[in-house]
């Protein structure tokens, strides 16, 4: 029974929302490295565009809960994501057109458009918080849990109960929606088929008649829609604060670059590798070993390598030692 107790405390605490903060983390990496791998530079701009797509989302379903409107058990957020990628769409064409392109057409380096891309990540956060401000925003609705802590322990009798939030669910069945969508469009379609050819070999693709405005177009667009649902996803299951997505471009980041820029797949093993090394290396194991470990050997520390709010500096170390000991990646990406 007390091993049966330490599973459900692990999988409360540890392995669901390692597994739900891993799927938006995979999905925000997967935008990464299509820029990465198609565009050519790295965006420091993303996570503020997660943030972009996420405060649209959050706007219209305020303007639906107002109507009256809602999905009943599930968050209205739903209802709003297709306006919210509709508007993020918006931005990064618009960007692209100002800005981007310009430094295309000059055939810069890639550490140009690094550089220009923070200057565009400055802008789009000033924006945000100039239009639904710098505080928490909170628009999520519905159900809270799927099942709670007191059903669970009413219904297997543990001491322990485990609680799965609505938005811990959504977010992983929305990921493994999105992802195969996006797998099955790269892998099966003529559009999908000429950007992977393109990120190969960028002159032998022009050579072959592939169109380049219409790539780079495609790349946006998929990026803008991939940003929004991971901004969403992140801000249904924890808050939404412009400046949590300021910081949440080093994880983001690392999960590109640990799978293997310019790799997809390594983008979502990525996600997963940094989300459980942050929640398990900053989570107290005290409550699992007093399960497992007799009462003489119990410990009276937390038995926690770092604090909560060090969570960042995992993602940090994590991305040093890869870029050090394999900088392809583990998925043999392009290297950084």
């Known amino acids: 029974m007390d091993i049966l107790n330490a599973l459900v405390v692990l999988a409360n605490f540890v392995l669901i929302p390692a597994i739900a903060y ?17 565009l050519r530079f790295s965006n420091f701009a993303h996570g503020d565009t997660m943030a972009f797509g996420a405060m649209v989302t959050i706007l219209v379903t305020w303007a639906l809960q107002g109507w009256g409107v809602s999905l009943g058990p ?15 769409m918006a931005l990064v064409l618009l960007t692209d057109r100002l800005v981007y392109r310009f430094y295309r057409a000059q055939r810069v380096k890639p550490v140009i458009l690094v550089i220009v891309s923070m200057g565009v990540m400055f802008v789009y956060n000033g924006v945000v918080r100039f239009v639904i401000g710098a505080d928490d925003q909170r628009f999520a609705d519905g159900e809270r849990f799927i099942i709670s802590v007191r059903d669970f322990k009413a219904l297997t009798g543990l001491e322990e109960g485990l609680g799965i939030r609505t938005t811990q669910g959504l977010t992983v069945v929305t990921a493994v929606i999105t992802v195969a969508l996006l797998f099955w469009f790269l892998n099966r ?24 405005e219409r790539v780079v177009m495609i790349t946006w667009l998929l990026v803008a829609t991939l940003a929004t649902i991971a901004g969403t996803l992140y801000g249904l299951d924890k808050t939404f604060k412009p400046f949590t997505y300021f910081q949440l471009l ?10 293997g820029l310019g790799s997809p797949v390594g983008a979502i093993a990525g996600g997963f590798v940094i989300a459980f090394s942050e929640v398990g290396i900053t989570y107290a194991w005290k409550k699992v ?7 003489a050997w119990e410990p009276d520390s937390l038995l926690q390598l770092l604090g909560t709010d060090y969570k960042f500096a995992v993602s940090f170390v994590i991305l040093v030692i890869v870029l050090l000991i394999r ?3 583990l998925f043999k990406g392009k290297s950084v």
């Open 189 to 212: 379609t003529r559009t999908g088929k000429s950007m992977r050819a393109y990120s190969d070999n960028e002159d032998l693709a022009l050579l072959s008649g592939i169109n380049p």
């Open 250 to 259: 080093l994880p983001v980041f690392a999960s590109a670059i640990v799978g």
């Open 327 to 329: 900088p392809t990646g």
């Open 22 to 38: 891993g799927a938006q983390l995979a999905l925000g990496a997967l935008g990464v490295t299509l820029i990465y791998g198609i």
């Open 74 to 88: 599930l968050p209205t957020a739903l209802l709003a994501l297709p306006f919210g990628i509709l508007g993020c």
């Open 289 to 295: 070993a007093e399960y497992l470990l007799p009462e």
